[in-house]
Each structure stands twice: as C-alpha cells, then as structure tokens.
Nanobody
Framework: QVQLVESGGGLVQAGGSLRLSCVASGRTFSRYAMGWFRQAPGKEREFVAAIRWSGVGTDYADFVQGRFTISRDNANTVYLQMNSLKPEDTAVYYC???????????????????WGQGTQVTVSS
C-alpha cells in the first residue's frame, strides 16, 4: 500500500523558514515526478512546486518568487525548503506523486495519483 507522509510543518513568524519533508513508501517512485501543493481554508488546492524523478528539472508556481526550493535525495523522499515566509503562505501542504510517469512536469492535480495527508504551515504576521 502506497503511503506518503509529510512532516516539518509548524508555526513560524513572517520572514522565517521551514523545511518540509515527504517520504513515500509501498513502492519505488524512481521514475516519477513528485510535487507539493497547498490548500488554504476556503480555497482550492493549488500547485506549489514539482521536481523530476532525476532531481534535475523543477517547476514553481509564480507566487513562490524564488522563496521556495524543491529537492529530492532519492526516489522516495522530497523536500520543500521555504524561506521568507508570508502570512499568505499559511495552508496545509501536501506532497504528491505524478502517477502518469510523464516526462514533462505538470501542475494538474488530476495527474497526481498519490497524496499525503498534509502538514499544517502557519505564518504569523
């Protein structure tokens, strides 16, 4: 059974940093892209960042503006380093696996077939 577990969320002041981690188990995702999404209260879940299976090649939402960095150190572990956090970054952050196995990184939620339960990030002003 595939399981994705996120960690690293918490409460931080504006301008602070957090590093989210996601570990997948149940199968090896060595040929699959992985991504991060977030969902704020009352809003749709939105794309944050994605990374190719090789670790080379990334994509970021416009609102990231150079503040976040996605990385992975093996087939099943992905990170999201978040710096210069803003109150509007407050959300539940989810990691996901692009189960289509496509070469091109995607921002479409529908193409991510495996999801974690999420980790809360709260940024105070």
């Amino acid at each position: 059974q595939v399981q994705l577990v996120e960690s690293g969320g918490g409460l931080v002041q504006a301008g602070g940093s957090l590093r989210l981690s996601c570990v997948a188990s149940g199968r090896t995702f060595s040929r699959y892209a992985m991504g991060w999404f977030r969902q704020a209260p009352g809003k749709e879940r939105e794309f944050v960042a994605a990374i190719r299976w090789s670790g080379v090649g990334t994509d970021y939402a416009d609102f990231v503006q150079g503040r976040f960095t996605i990385s992975r150190d093996n087939a099943n572990t992905v990170y999201l380093q978040m710096n210069s956090l803003k109150p509007e970054d407050t959300a539940v952050y989810y990691c996901a696996v692009d189960s289509t196995g496509g070469v091109i990184l995607t921002r479409r939620r529908s193409e991510y077939g495996y999801w974690g339960q999420g980790t809360q990030v709260t940024v105070s002003s």
